[in-house]
T-cell receptor
Framework: KQEVTQIPAALSVPEGENLVLNCSFT??????LQWFRQDPGKGLTSLLL?????REQTSGRLNASLDKSSGRSTLYIAASQPGDSATYLC????????????FGGGTRLMVKP | DAGITQSPRHKVTETGTPVTLRCHQT?????MYWYRQDPGHGLRLIHY???????DKGEVSDGYSVSRSKTEDFLLTLESATSSQTSVYFC??????????????FGQGTRLTVV
C-alpha cells in the first residue's frame, strides 16, 4: 500500500525566506506527483504536476522536483510572502487504471510579516 | 478554474437518515472521485468513477454508495448517516491521455455534520 509522508507537519518562517517542503512516498510505481495548496475552509488548488518521466516543474516562485527512484519530491518556495500561508499537500497517482491520488498529511505553512 | 460544483456546500442531518451529495463538472473529464478529509487522517478516497456507470471502491467505502448516470454528474449517497461520517467531502476530476495522467482538480467541498 502506498504511503505518502510530508515533513515538516508545520512550519513558521519570516517573510522573504526561501523554504523547502518535503514529500516522500513508499512505492515508486507512480504516474505523477501533484502539489496542492489548501486555504482554511477551502478546496484544494493545484500548484504543480510532475509526470513520472520529469525531474522538475516550475511556476513563478514555486519549483517542484521529483526523484522517483528514491521516492522523494520537494517543493521550493522562493521569497516567501504572507499570502503563501496555507497548507501544502502532495499526492501521487498510482500506476493503475483509476488515476487515484494518495495524499500526504500536509505541511501547514505560516509566513510572518 | 476547473468547472466543478458541489452541492450542497453545507448540510446538517440526523443519524440514520440518507444523504446525497452531488458533484457536477463541465470539463467532460472521464474520472471523478469522492474524498473525505478529516483531522489526523488527511484526504481519503471513498469511491471513484472511470466512466458512465463505471465505479469502484476506494479506501473508506463502507456506508457509502455512488452513481454516475451522466458524464457530468457523480452522486455520493450515505445510506444511513452516522456521526463518524461527519466530515468535509471533496469531489475531484481528472483525465487521462496516452502515456500520461493529467492534473486532478477539486471542488470547494461539502461540510456535512451528522447529529
Amino acid at each position: 500500500k502506498q504511503e505518502v509522508t510530508q515533513i515538516p507537519a508545520a512550519l513558521s518562517v519570516p517573510e522573504g525566506e526561501n523554504l523547502v517542503l518535503n514529500c516522500s512516498f513508499t512505492d515508486s510505481a507512480i504516474y505523477n506527483l501533484q502539489w496542492f495548496r489548501q486555504d482554511p475552509g477551502k478546496g484544494l488548488t493545484s500548484l504543480l504536476l510532475i509526470q513520472s518521466s520529469q525531474r522538475e516543474q516550475t511556476s513563478g516562485r514555486l519549483n517542484a522536483s521529483l526523484d522517483k527512484s528514491s521516492g522523494r519530491s520537494t517543493l521550493y518556495i522562493a521569497a516567501s510572502q504572507p499570502g503563501d500561508s496555507a497548507t501544502y499537500l502532495c499526492a501521487v497517482t498510482h500506476n493503475n487504471a483509476g488515476n487515484m491520488l494518495t495524499f500526504g498529511g500536509g505541511t501547514r505553512l505560516m509566513v510572518k510579516p | 478554474d476547473a468547472g466543478i460544483t458541489q452541492s450542497p456546500r453545507h448540510k446538517v442531518t440526523e443519524t440514520g437518515t440518507p444523504v446525497t451529495l452531488r458533484c457536477h463538472q463541465t470539463e467532460n473529464h472521464r474520472y471523478m472521485y469522492w474524498y473525505r478529509q478529516d483531522p489526523g487522517h488527511g484526504l481519503r478516497l471513498i469511491h471513484y468513477s472511470y466512466g458512465v456507470k463505471d465505479t469502484d471502491k476506494g479506501e473508506v467505502s463502507d456506508g457509502y454508495s455512488v452513481s454516475r448516470s451522466k458524464t457530468e454528474d457523480f452522486l455520493l449517497t450515505l445510506e444511513s448517516a452516522t456521526s463518524s461520517q461527519t466530515s468535509v467531502y471533496f469531489c475531484a476530476i481528472s483525465e487521462s491521455k496516452v502515456g500520461m495522467n493529467t492534473e486532478a482538480f477539486f471542488g470547494q467541498g461539502t461540510r456535512l455534520t451528522v447529529v
